[in-house]
Structure formats: C-alpha cells, structure tokens
C-alpha cells in the first residue's frame, strides 16, 4: 500500500480519519497511513503535537500497527 494520497482521495476522507481532523492533516484511513503520520510526527508544530500523537496511538490500535516512537508514546500520555 502506498502512504500517498491524491489530493482527490484525501479531499474524499471524512474528518475523522485524520490526525488533525480541523487542518485536514495527517491522513489515516489504513494502516500504511498510521505508519506514514508516525514517521511525519517530528514535522507536527509543537503544540498540536499531543493531540496527533493520541490520534496515532488511537489508530494504531484499530489497524494493529505497534508504534515504535517512544516519543509519540511520550506525547500521547501528556
């Protein structure tokens, strides 16, 4: 599975597939997409860094994808 959307497949995403639903970023509709925003994560602005690492770990667990970042895991218990 490709980690890349066209602009017509993530405009077709609804909300709440995304780790940042209000931005629209960080799309995670499969499990490809949960390990891609896992590798995008140090690009997240700092302070909407906590509310995506939730978002991945919660996704995660739906598509059994085991994070490896201790950093996400780090960010997702604040």
Same mark, same amino acid.
């Given at each position: 599975?490709?980690?890349?959307?066209?602009?017509?497949?993530?405009?077709?995403?609804?909300?709440?597939?995304?780790?940042? +639903? !209000?931005?629209?970023?960080?799309?995670?509709?499969? &499990?490809?997409?949960? /390990? #891609? =925003?896992?590798?995008?994560?140090?690009?997240? +602005? !700092?302070?909407?860094?906590?509310?995506?690492?939730? &978002?991945?770990?919660? /996704? #995660? =667990?739906?598509?059994?994808?085991?994070?490896?970042?201790?950093?996400?895991?780090?960010?997702?218990?604040?």
């Amino acid at each position: 599975m490709d980690d890349r959307l066209s602009y017509e497949e993530k405009h077709e995403l609804p909300d709440d597939v995304f780790g940042l +639903p !209000e931005r629209r970023e960080y799309p995670m509709p499969d &499990a490809a997409h949960v /390990r #891609a =925003a896992e590798a995008y994560f140090r690009y997240c +602005p !700092e302070d909407l860094k906590p509310r995506l690492a939730k &978002a991945i770990m919660h /996704r #995660a =667990a739906q598509y059994g994808v085991d994070v490896k970042s201790p950093t996400i895991e780090q960010y997702a218990s604040m």
